[in-house]
């Protein structure tokens, strides 16, 4: 597998006053991007009409392509909210298909901005936040906590426990058809809760406990939750803080959630997670440190469901690894699935894959099996994961390791870092 996408990235700009717009320059060796039609962002000098274009949604690339003398379609901009500076900007695009190899875009203005738009907003009777794309329903993020009401009625009393107020996760996840593709509030394990970021053995001056099923600690929101939105995508960037018996804060933790514009039967959802501890160490584990715990996706009920994991061996560089849930769901026309693709920079990448299909739920655990990471005071742990929404039966597994290759590029959109 050659990793030659990774390399070879150039920029060259022109004057504004130039007889031709600014370039920018791709080396896409492999044509892993343009196959994906993966996100890429690139740091430029805009204009200060290219950079009011940008923020008005009229900024696009237009690629032109010398060995078959042609200009092709235009393809929208955005600013990217992390890298910016007074002098340059980021830019981010979906790379449109092409050629393998070096690919040239020039940047022009338009009159009107696009015609839709990836917008994330705050539901004000509700205080979560939403994405929408062309007005379609992407996501719920539910940033305030939810009382479990009468639901709780439904719950055998022995797991009553677990029905707890819970926050901080995503919830309905749809299809690209509208199709809802999570669960929440389910009778079997009520502290299930769609997609979520979560430990069962948290541990803190000597005390456990279980922030997956909403024992002891729970990830309350601040208040400080920042949303974009734009016609290549929306973006939802919320603070939490982990409190222990729902009073002492012990971890500080950033969740960014990007979901990109779709493109025909695809969309492409990024997120990006950061955990500090605040005043004395935390430590994460598994389940007994060997099962469960890290990235959570509790699905909705599926028919025909097929999950499929992959990682390659360890004497292959670089280890691929993705896993796969397909089926029906709902009453949607056709079938669909949800690829979950790791970052290798994750650290103990790759994460071993666990899943439970009578429960319609799978992830990619962190920590290592038989260890516990511990969370210093001013030094974050960063996780990358990027979620693959696709309509059809299973996508095959060179397709599955191209989004894999393709998400692992320098020129993927990234905003958190560890320190």
């Not at 690919?103 to 004000?124: E, H, M, W, Y």
């Not at 939403?130 to 009401?149: C, F, H, M, Q, S």
Request: aromatic share 10%; glycine share 8%; with cysteine.
């Amino acid at each position: 597998m050659s990793m030659g996408l990774f390399r070879g990235f150039g920029l060259s700009l022109l004057s504004a006053a130039a007889a031709f717009a600014a370039e920018v320059v791709v080396e896409d060796v492999d044509g892993v991007l343009g196959t994906t039609r993966s996100p890429v962002t690139a740091t430029v000098k805009l204009s200060r009409s290219e950079r009011r274009a940008a923020v008005e949604g009229r900024l696009q690339l237009r690629e032109f392509s010398p060995a078959v003398s042609s200009v092709k379609a235009a393809v929208p901009v955005q600013l990217f909210p992390a890298g910016a500076t007074r002098v340059s900007a980021r830019i981010c695009w979906l790379m449109p298909p092409g050629l393998p190899g070096k690919r040239t875009f020039k940047l022009q203005t338009i009159p009107g901005g696009a015609d839709s738009n990836v917008v994330a907003g705050r539901d004000a009777p509700s205080g979560q936040f939403d994405i929408t794309d062309a007005g379609k329903p992407v996501l719920r993020y539910n940033y305030a906590p939810i009382e479990p009401g009468d639901f709780i009625t439904n719950v055998a009393p022995a797991n009553r426990i677990y029905a707890r107020a819970r926050s901080d996760y995503i919830h309905p996840l749809f299809g690209l058809d509208g199709e809802t593709l999570t669960k929440d509030w389910s009778k079997d394990h009520p502290h299930h809760r769609g997609i979520y970021w979560a430990w069962p053995e948290v541990d803190w001056r000597g005390q456990r406990g279980d922030l997956h099923a909403l024992q002891q600690v729970f990830a309350r929101p601040t208040g400080k939750c920042v949303v974009t939105s734009g016609p290549v995508f929306a973006q939802i960037e919320a603070e939490n803080v982990w409190k222990w018996e729902d009073t002492e804060p012990v971890v500080h933790e950033r969740a960014i959630l990007r979901a990109y514009r779709a493109t025909g039967d695809d969309r492409l959802l990024d997120l990006e997670f950061q955990f500090t501890a605040l005043n004395d160490p935390v430590l994460l584990a598994r389940r007994g440190t060997l099962h469960y715990g890290g990235l959570n996706l509790r699905l909705a009920s599926v028919k025909d469901q097929e999950i499929i994991t992959h990682t390659d061996a360890t004497n292959v560089t670089p280890r691929v690894a993705w896993a796969e849930l397909s089926g029906k769901f709902g009453e949607a026309p056709q079938p669909s699935g949800i690829v979950v693709l790791q970052h290798s920079a994750n650290p103990d990448y790759p994460g071993e894959w666990v899943q439970f299909p009578n429960l319609n739920w799978m992830q990619p655990t962190f920590p290592a099996s038989g260890t516990r990471y511990e969370l210093k005071p001013g030094v974050s742990l960063v996780l990358r994961f990027r979620l693959w929404l696709r309509r059809g039966a299973h996508a095959g597994a060179e397709n599955c390791a191209a989004q894999w290759r393709a998400y692992q590029s320098p020129l993927a959109p990234t905003s958190l870092s560890a320190h």
